[in-house]
């Protein structure tokens, strides 16, 4: 009897317009799937028959390329950015805080750097969420592991790495970014370096406020990961089809093994070299590809190369001079050594077992 | 709408914290947190201004 009458409840609340709109979107993932199955033959058609290109020429061999991967790559991010909206319309930095308050240290840091990943973050707010946990009591590596972990593990970043070199790489990068992540914030804490965070931050500890939140309906949701869709596929979709086209030129035209004596296994210098180069550069997953993609092709190792991209993508100038406001120089330090030396450790570990 | 209204666009980090927020960017109605974390739509902000002079 109980279940007949949820069910009446739901029912109501079920009207004809959501089923509309689920069913569009069942029927809008199918057409992707096939749309996705026919692109590798619809690439080559195009470029040997239509364009009568030669499957060996240099020419030939890039342009197929280009009209593989930028569509692949394209849909791949819809469906992904899609995806990770939809997740993330469930997480709110507000949850985070309330689910990793009174979390012990080693198990806060696991938490919380799991948390980095789903919880919607730009590293403009790194400030306020850094004090918003701090005042609340959460440890302070727990509270960086948050803060490492959001931009090291990006979604365009593991999608591109899915789409040119296969789940296997894009897992290894999700789970080493998780594990430096967790590592630096728990080591950081050890360290017991709470002086060095700016006074007025510790002045407000236990002042938090509740902050109420509002629900969600399914359909909300899925307008979230829509929302999500526009913004950054709008914003990183030239940056996408240059780097496309950048690496299809080197796919045809540079001869495989250029790069190994400079950045292959051997010389073991270059993973702190690519780290160090790569701190201070600053880009977005999907402009810092390209290289990437040429680095591995040619001939660079694979550790160095995730080495690079994880240090650009993940230790970014922008956000360290953010933190500065809350943290002294002394301790920006230590995050930026920590998080580098970890880069560096996957570094070697990848080429060493890879 | 036709309100007078203060409006006013706080950058001092200090002052922000003022408020329960954790994420930019935020609006602050008749000094009540109204929203943070997105960008609210026109209706949104409506609503949020409606309910604050209810208040």
């Given at each position: 009897m109980a279940g007949n009458v949820a069910q009446r409840t739901e029912k109501s609340i079920w009207n004809g317009q959501s089923y509309r709109r689920i069913l569009t979107l069942v029927l809008g993932l199918g057409l992707w799937g096939l749309v996705y199955y026919w692109l590798q033959p619809a690439a080559d058609f195009v470029t040997?028959?239509?364009?009568?290109?030669?499957?060996?020429s240099h020419l030939g061999s890039s342009v197929a390329f280009f009209l593989y991967d930028a569509p692949k790559v394209m849909m791949l991010l819809v469906l992904v950015i899609f995806g990770i909206g939809v997740i993330r319309s469930f997480f709110t930095a507000e949850r985070a805080r309330s689910i990793l308050a009174g979390k012990r240290e080693f198990v806060g840091n696991i938490t919380a750097a799991s948390l980095g990943i789903v919880t919607p973050f730009c590293s403009c707010s790194a400030c306020p969420l850094f004090i918003g946990f701090v005042e609340t009591g959460i440890p302070l590596g727990v509270t960086l592991s948050f803060l490492i972990a959001s931009p090291m593990i990006n979604e365009v970043a593991a999608v591109l790495l899915y789409g040119m070199f296969g789940w296997r790489i894009a897992l290894i990068y999700v789970v080493t970014g998780l594990f430096i992540a967790i590592l630096a914030g728990w080591v950081i804490g050890r360290?017991?370096?709470?002086?060095?965070?700016?006074?007025w931050v510790l002045e407000r500890r236990n002042s938090a406020g509740e902050v109420a939140e509002t629900a969600m309906s399914f359909e909300d949701r899925v307008k979230y990961g829509l929302n999500a869709v526009k913004e950054i596929v709008g914003k990183v979709w030239p940056f996408l089809l240059g780097g496309i086209a950048v690496g299809a030129i080197i796919h045809g035209y540079i001869p495989d093994g250029m790069l190994a004596a400079l950045m292959g296994k051997a010389a073991w210098w270059s993973v702190p070299a690519a780290v160090i180069i790569g701190v201070p550069v600053y880009s977005n997953a999907a402009g810092i590809f390209p290289v990437i993609q040429a680095l591995i092709e040619k001939g660079a190792a694979l550790g160095t190369a995730l080495a690079f991209m994880m240090a650009v993508v993940g230790l970014s100038l922008p956000e360290t001079i953010i933190l500065r406001r809350v943290l002294r120089w002394q301790l920006l330090a230590i995050f930026v050594g920590v998080v580098a030396v970890g880069i560096v450790a996957v570094g070697f570990l990848f080429n060493a077992i890879l | 709408m036709a309100l007078e209204a203060n409006i006013e666009h706080v950058h001092d980090m200090k002052k922000i914290m003022a408020y329960p927020i954790l994420s930019t960017p935020a609006l602050v109605i008749n000094e009540k947190l109204a929203c943070s974390g997105k960008v609210p739509s026109a209706d949104e902000v409506r609503a949020y201004i409606t309910s604050a002079l209810a208040q």
């Open positions: 040997f028959r239509v364009l009568g290109l030669a499957a060996d360290l017991k370096v709470e002086r060095y965070i700016e006074g | -």
